[in-house]
Nanobody
Framework: VQLVESSGDSVQAGGSLRLSCRAS?????MGWFRQAPGKEREGVAS????????SYADSVKGRFTLSQDKGKNTVYLQMDSLKPEDTAMYYC???????????????????WGQGTQVTVSS
């Protein structure tokens, strides 16, 4: 399965940005991670493709929304009220099976996109 991400962008603090990720085949769940320079990769949001249930990191709750278009095998990450600390490389990820409750441990995710840069300036 290949994951194709939309291009990121540079925005000012308080702005919005939407990322998309399309999977070339079946996935059990999909999500987004991010990694800032010098920091570990962290989970941002995930969605269970069957139930549509979502999970969010505390740092983005209330600001980011993850949705899906099952027919297009695509997920959308709507990012509002962006902050400079949201600046990072964002990676789409997917699982081929297992559990949707596995959290954001990168080791539990099977497929990864190439990453797209999001920069938020103050």
């Amino acid at each position: 399965v290949q994951l194709v991400e939309s291009s990121g962008d540079s925005v000012q603090a308080g702005g919005s940005l939407r990322l998309s990720c399309r999977a070339s085949g079946y996935t059990y769940s999909m999500g987004w991670f991010r990694q800032a320079p010098g920091k570990e990769r962290e989970g941002v949001a995930s969605i269970c493709n069957g139930s549509g249930s979502t999970s969010y990191a505390d740092s983005v709750k209330g600001r980011f929304t993850l949705s899906q278009d099952k027919g297009k095998n695509t997920v959308y990450l709507q990012m509002d009220s962006l902050k400079p600390e949201d600046t990072a490389m964002y990676y789409c990820a997917a699982k081929r099976g297992g559990s949707c409750s596995g959290g954001f441990n990168p080791r539990n995710w099977d497929y990864w996109g190439q990453g797209t840069q999001v920069t938020v300036s103050s």
